[in-house]
Structure formats: structure tokens, C-alpha cells
């Protein structure tokens, strides 16, 4: 039985406090490559009174077909970006996962991949879901590596669907099965 679910080794996941952590959000939201690198809409900052009330609706009014968490470094308890199930389909078994780790000092070190290690741990131990998947843009290299590192297989593409700075490019769907997930051992 694991009494930990919520625990990575870099980070643990939360329920968002809308009071406290709405002011992060917004923050995050001012910075426009990671608006570009999240999300297709068009980059958008958001102010904490708009950060607040899209927290209070994604924790409260997405249930039971989201699940949303913040991820917090376990160090320090610091908020560090979200991570959620969306989408999910009980009778299927299936789910979207999104990440989003907001402060970039902690891009690249391990921090995300971590998170979603957790999550998928809780998609597959606890929610008994059948398969995760996700999708990725082709300029963000560094979160399909991140999703490889968890198992994650490219499934196909939206070929040259986004434009960005005169540039077309892909959109890739990856997926992991959870008989995958257990191949690796119980994470
Ligand atoms: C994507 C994200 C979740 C990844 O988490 P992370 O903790 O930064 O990832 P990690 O540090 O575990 O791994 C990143 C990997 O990408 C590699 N990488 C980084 N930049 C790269 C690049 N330009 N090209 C190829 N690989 C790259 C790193 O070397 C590392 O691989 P390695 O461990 O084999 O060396 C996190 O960076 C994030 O949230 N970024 C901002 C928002 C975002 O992109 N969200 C995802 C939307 S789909």
C-alpha cells in the first residue's frame, strides 16, 4: 500500500490554494514563452483576480472529469507550476495529463519529469486508468525528452498546425498504456 502517493522525490502534489498560490499563477502568465510553450490560444497574461477564479473552477468545478494538483517542491514547499488530468473518460479509462512548471530556474532539473512520474502513479494505482496521454509541440524538445523519460510513446502528429513567428510547426500526441507504466516497475 503506498501512504505517499502524493510524494516525488523532488516534489509533492497538492490541492491549489486559491488565496495563496493565484498570485504565482498570474506571475507564470506574464511569462509568454511558456504561455506559447503550454498552450495554442493566443498569449494572454492574466491578473490574480482572473488567476483566482480559474483556480476555484479548475479544483472545484472540473470534477470529477479533471483532477488538478499543484506541484510544490518538496525542499521547501515552494510552488513551483500545476499538473492535471483532464478529459478523463471513466468508461474508457482514459485521460489528458497537462504540465506546467512556471518558475524557470527549475526547468531542466528534474523537477517536472518527477511530478509527472507522481501522476501517473496516481492515473494508473489510483484512478485505475487504462492509458495517459498528452500532446506536445515540436519546439519544446525539452518536455517530449521529459515525457520519453517517463515511458511516454509517440502515437502521431498534427502536421505544420501551429504558427509561430513565421514558422509552421507539428503538434505530437504521445501515450503510455498503464501495463507500460507497471513494465518499469512501480514507481
Ligand atoms: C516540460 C517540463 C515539464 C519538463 O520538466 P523538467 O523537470 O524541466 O524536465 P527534466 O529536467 O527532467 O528533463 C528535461 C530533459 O530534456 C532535455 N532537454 C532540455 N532542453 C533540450 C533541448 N533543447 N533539446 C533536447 N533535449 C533537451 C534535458 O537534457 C533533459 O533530458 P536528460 O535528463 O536526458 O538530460 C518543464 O520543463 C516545464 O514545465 N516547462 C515549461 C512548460 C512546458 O513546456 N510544459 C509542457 C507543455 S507540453
Known amino acids: 500500500m503506498n501512504d505517499k502517493l502524493f510524494?516525488?522525490?523532488?516534489?509533492?502534489?497538492?490541492?491549489?490554494?486559491?488565496?495563496?498560490?493565484?498570485?504565482?499563477?498570474?506571475?507564470?502568465?506574464?511569462?509568454?514563452?511558456?504561455?506559447?510553450?503550454?498552450?495554442?490560444?493566443?498569449?494572454?497574461?492574466?491578473s490574480v483576480k482572473e488567476a483566482k477564479d480559474a483556480i476555484v473552477k479548475w479544483m472545484e468545478t472540473e470534477r470529477p472529469d479533471g483532477i488538478g494538483f499543484v506541484m510544490r517542491a518538496r525542499a521547501d514547499d515552494k510552488p513551483l507550476g500545476f499538473i492535471g488530468l483532464n478529459g478523463i473518460r471513466w468508461n474508457h479509462g482514459d485521460a489528458f495529463?497537462?504540465?506546467?512548471?512556471?518558475?524557470?530556474?527549475?526547468?531542466?532539473?528534474g523537477y517536472g519529469t518527477d511530478?509527472?512520474?507522481?501522476?501517473?502513479?496516481?492515473?494508473?494505482?489510483?484512478?485505475?486508468?487504462?492509458?495517459?496521454?498528452?500532446?506536445?509541440?515540436?519546439?519544446?524538445?525539452?518536455?517530449?525528452?521529459?515525457?520519453?523519460?517517463?515511458?511516454f510513446r509517440v502515437e502521431g502528429r498534427d502536421r505544420q498546425v501551429l504558427h509561430r513567428d513565421g514558422k509552421?510547426?507539428?503538434?505530437?500526441?504521445?501515450?503510455?498504456?498503464?501495463?507500460?507504466?507497471?513494465?518499469?516497475?512501480?514507481?
Not at 490554494?17 to 503550454?38: P, V, Y
Not at 512520474?117 to 524538445?141: K, Q
Not at 510547426?169 to 513494465?183: H, S
Open 7 to 46: 510524494e516525488g522525490e523532488l516534489v509533492r502534489l497538492t490541492a491549489a490554494n486559491s488565496e495563496k498560490d493565484a498570485e504565482h499563477f498570474a506571475r507564470w502568465g506574464q511569462d509568454s514563452e511558456f504561455l506559447r510553450l503550454m498552450d495554442t490560444e493566443i498569449a494572454l497574461p492574466q
Open 115 to 151: 511530478a509527472m512520474r507522481v501522476i501517473l502513479r496516481y492515473a494508473f494505482t489510483e484512478l485505475n486508468l487504462h492509458r495517459v496521454s498528452l500532446s506536445v509541440f515540436e519546439y519544446n524538445p525539452r518536455a517530449r525528452r521529459s515525457y520519453e523519460k517517463c515511458d
Open 97 to 109: 495529463v497537462g504540465i506546467g512548471m512556471g518558475e524557470r530556474e527549475y526547468w531542466g532539473k
Open 168 to 187: 509552421r510547426y507539428d503538434v505530437i500526441f504521445m501515450g503510455i498504456l498503464g501495463e507500460e507504466w507497471r513494465v518499469t516497475g512501480d514507481k
